[in-house]
């Protein structure tokens, strides 16, 4: 029987909390990806805790630590979008630290033959610049050094773009000039401005019917350049119509954390591909989850993946874009990393109470591969904080 653990409830009450002894997932195995979906985690990144640095200077990792993390979500048959939001991207990470991220992760995934996909952006540019030509070089600049590695790139949304665009035609006159020029077809990403408010009224209008018209209309000006589309709306009936308005052949990977289960399963009309910030945490589970789809078992599926859907709405709960701090909070707790530092000093961001309920969450579905690590861990923060037992 584990000993209780006494956990703080948000109310300055403690109450006790009994682990689980045992993991819902065996050791990591090395397994192919799954057939009937393209399934990416987007990972986060590892800080280097004895770096000399500050919230404001360029993020130091640990970069042994930060590719580990991916051998582990290729070892259980994930691909990995590099570069993300959920890579702390304009959170922590500068353009600098992203393009060593990207040629380092590119070599890695040449190595163990894993699938990979890299976020370009505009994110170099000076906060405030408001110039097209601008952000299209900008944009060029990063999808070069992703294709240089031999990756395929995710156009990332452009704070830079939301702001000097003054309407849907200076999306589509952007976007339009990108695709011509890449050398492999690429993802484009919408994402919503619960994840960065500088994206409000992306595409050219804040009216997300206006925006979402205006956003197919560059993919289909341009279908054999796009190989998909990555939502990031957390509006699940949103993404069925536009993943039913898209061009053949043009996939929909789903960004939405909160429902992810029902659209990667799908329906008659279709089904979503996956592109996510939470299956990094998840990885054992999603793994395990999406090959049941590989036979037809949508059930199945949906048993292992539905009980995950409470802590993904706990970690990605409003203000979402601090998401990053319970994925990290995680990856310490299960053992991926031996410390809970954060590039941007970014594990200040949560409250002890929601990082204590998203151990309490994730323990509960079985996520650690050791209990008694994550229990002993979770011990050490609260002891921190001056909890007492």
Known sequence: MSAGIRLPDGNGELRTYVP???????????????????VFAA?????????????????RLDWEATLAFR????????????AMDTAQRGMGLDWAGAAGLIRRSAAEARAVGGALVCGAGTDQLPPGTADLAAVRAAYEEQLEVVEAAGARAVLMASRALAAAARGPEDYAGVYGHLLRQAAEPVVLHWLGPMFDPALTG?????????ATAAFLRVVATHPEKVDGVKVSLLDPGRER?????????????TGDDFHYPELVEGNAEGFSDALLGVFDPLA??????????????????????????????????????YYKTGVVLLAWLAGFQEHFV??????????????????ELADGIGLFPDPGL????????????????
């Open 374 to 389: 994550a229990r002993h861990r979770m011990r050490q923060l609260l002891d921190l904080h001056g909890v007492r037992p």
């Open 342 to 359: 954060m590039a941007g000093g970014l594990q200040s961001a949560r409250s002890l109470p929601h990082l204590a309920r998203a151990y």
């Open 43 to 59: 990972a986060h990144v590892v800080a280097d805790p004895y770096a000399e640095t500050s919230p404001d200077g360029p993020a």
């Open 71 to 82: 051998r582990h979500l290729w070892a259980h048959g994930l691909g990995v979008a590099e």
């Open 284 to 321: 054992p589970l999603a793994a395990r989850a999406v090959r049941h789809l590989d036979t037809g078992g949508t059930a199945a599926f949906r048993a292992v993946l539905d009980p995950t859907v409470p802590l993904a709405r706990h970690l990605f709960a409003a203000p979402t874009r």
């Open 202 to 210: 992306y595409w050219g209008s804040p009216d997300l019917d206006e």
């Open 20 to 38: 689980r002894t045992e993991p819902a997932v065996g050791p990591t195995e090395v397994a192919q990806p799954p057939r009937a979906r393209a």
């Open 241 to 253: 119509a536009l993943r039913r308005a898209l061009p053949a052949g043009v996939r929909c990977y």
